[in-house]
């Protein structure tokens, strides 16, 4: 059952200068986190707003739940949330007099409203700076708040736009853990990032967008494997390099690669060759600095799928109209 | 539609909950309006002669108040863009609300700001010498004149906040608009020492017709109008209402569709 579902999304800006998606599909199965991959200027954002009814593609269709998102945005609204980068609360009143209100906006009663979000800041560790406005709140805090706005009436499911962009490792740490604790729950995820080991951590699924359009999709482990199998790398003192590149050139049959110390080949047999590895070392009296079996990293998917990685700014041209996408 | 009344006042609790949260901002709001007060009458009041009994300050009086309530267009709009800017907007937009809540949320916070201003000018002018001679059903009249001019105007700051978008671009757009708009009027001088060309301005401007017609409500003559046989001079009661209905007819569904709309 695909919870989310968008077929060959067209939007472009600029009256056509600018393509931001161009043909973009994508669906999410029900209960599981899709991790829409990419680098700024992707597509991401322009994506998530037209699943999340705030833009209206220049062409293509959209349905979340089975409701059409460009025919019916008002049934759409009533079972989404969306929290991230563009979705914000009001920092100048206190959590708890955000959450009242967007519950209210939801037309939950007034008492409803007011369980709703005592019980949101409590759930989310907030419940020691309720009281106090929201500029007083760091990064993760703040996140988190937004996060808890978007969950006030359990929604089927949930657009997270760059949910840790900005925030520092712990920060993107504990938002890590409370989304985690979310899909747990069974809310259909759609996530956006540009942090390979962010999609790597919580999606089921990732898909790879660049230029406005999906270049590829899997799960994680397969589109490592996508790129290429496992390496066998074994960082060793100068005077046993010689050694140490015979019995890697032993075990994997192929040619070494050498990089100051470390020398590396790819295997097909994966722990059976670590193994053989290390028996050899031993016969040899060589004890290394490092032994490992490494498995392509994202980001050598993404650089080997887009030609640059992940990370690059890439200037994208619809910044420049910021306010058009506001 | 069943819920744009409720959702709208949500909105509006908003706006007073952050007058609330951050105080400074409403005595800032109403710090304003009491300086022109104090500056127009202690600075122009001795040397523009009215032939008025109770002095320049029976005229300055309708001339502020209505000043005021056009000034808070620009605050309407920067207020909307900073939303806007935020993102807040965004969110709102996401949530199963009423087209046009938000917006008309605004407008009434805004209203409810215009009262508590309105309120502490009145006072303002009376401790320098304002007796508004009328009587208290026209003085009300007045009043509910000067509240609704300013719902209307804040019309005009709604669009203008969503179309610009930037806050400090806003802010600046806005005083390009309301200075001369309340300058070149009858609220502060006679019509009378204009080139012709501007008196005709002058006297078609919505301003210098909420001015005559408060004045006339506050129980003045028209002194500053009827020099150049306008209309609008002759008729300020008619033509302010005219004015209030134009513009709240052009810039209520233009605005509710812009905000419908603001991402595309």
């Known amino acids: 059952m695909k919870t989310v579902s968008a077929e060959q999304l067209i939007k472009t800006y600029d009256k056509g200068a600018v393509r931001a998606l161009d043909g973009l599909s994508l669906d999410v199965t029900e209960g599981t986190v899709l991790s829409v991959l990419g680098p700024n200027g992707a597509g991401k954002t322009t994506t998530v707003r037209i699943l999340a009814t705030l833009l209206k593609p220049d062409s293509g269709n959209a349905h979340v739940a089975g409701i059409d998102v460009i025919k019916h945005p008002d049934k759409v609204r009533e079972i989404i949330g969306l929290s991230g980068q563009y979705a914000a609360v009001d920092e100048t009143l206190t959590g708890w007099d955000n959450l009242v209100m967007f519950g209210r906006l939801y037309h939950l009663g007034k008492q409803p409203s007011i369980d709703r979000a005592n019980e949101l800041l409590e759930r989310f560790s907030l419940t020691e700076s309720a009281r106090r406005p929201i500029k007083t709140y760091s990064g993760g805090m703040r996140r988190r708040l937004d996060l808890a706005a978007s969950l006030i009436v359990q929604p089927k499911v949930l657009f997270l736009d760059e949910p840790t962009t900005g925030l520092d490792p712990r920060g993107r740490m504990e938002m890590w853990g409370v989304i985690e604790e979310l899909v747990t729950g069974g809310v259909t995820v759609l996530l956006t990032t540009q942090y390979l080991e962010e999609a790597d951590q919580l999606a089921d699924e990732i898909a790879v967008i660049d230029h406005g359009t999906v270049i590829a999709r899997g799960t994680s482990d397969a589109l490592k494997s996508q790129v290429g199998g496992e390496r066998l790398e074994i960082t060793t003192e100068i005077q046993d390099l010689v050694k140490v590149q015979e019995i890697i050139a032993h075990v994997s049959g192929s040619a070494t690669h050498l990089d100051g110390r470390t020398v590396s080949a790819p295997v097909t047999s994966g722990s059976s060759a670590l193994i053989q590895a290390l028996r050899a070392l031993d016969e040899a009296s060589i004890h290394p600095l490092d032994i490992a079996l490494k498995r392509p990293s994202l980001d050598d998917v993404f650089l080997s799928l887009t030609g640059h990685v992940a990370e690059e700014t890439v200037v994208e041209p619809v910044q420049k109209k910021r306010g058009e996408r506001k | ?264």
């Not at chain 2, 806050?167 to 001088?189: C, Y």
């Open chain 2, 1 to 264: 539609m069943k819920n744009l009344l409720s959702d709208s006042l949500v909105i509006t609790k908003r706006q007073v909950l952050q007058l609330a949260r951050i105080p400074e901002l409403l005595i800032f709001s109403t710090i304003q309006p009491v300086m022109f007060v104090l500056l127009f009458r202690f600075v122009f009041g001795g040397s523009i002669a009215t032939g008025q009994p109770g002095g320049y300050v029976q005229l300055l009086m309708p001339g502020i108040f209505v000043q005021t309530v056009a000034f808070t267009l620009a605050a309407t709009a920067a207020g909307l863009a900073q939303d806007m800017e935020k993102g807040l907007i965004d969110r709102f937009r996401s949530l199963p609300i009423s087209r046009g809540a938000v917006v008309i949320g605004r407008t009434f916070g805004d209203a409810l700001l215009n009262i508590l201003v309105l309120a502490v000018m009145a006072a303002a002018g009376f401790a320098v010498g304002w007796r508004p001679s009328s009587g208290l059903l026209r003085i009300s009249l007045g009043f509910l004149f000067l509240f609704a001019f300013g719902y209307a105007l804040s019309w005009i700051g709604i669009y203008v906040g969503l179309v610009v978008r930037d806050a400090r671009v806003v802010q600046n757009v806005g005083f390009l608009v309301t200075f001369p708009m309340t300058f070149l009027s009858n609220a502060f001088a006679p019509t009378t020492g204009m080139p012709r060309a501007l008196q005709y301005v002058a006297e078609w401007n919505p301003v210098s017709s909420m001015v005559a017609a408060c004045r006339q409500l506050f129980g003045l003559e028209n002194e500053f109008g009827a020099t150049a046989n306008s209309w609008p001079s002759q008729h300020p009661l008619e033509t302010s209402l005219l004015y209030m209905i134009l513009l709240m007819v052009i810039f209520i569904p233009l605005s509710v569709r812009k905000y419908a709309n603001t991402s595309n």
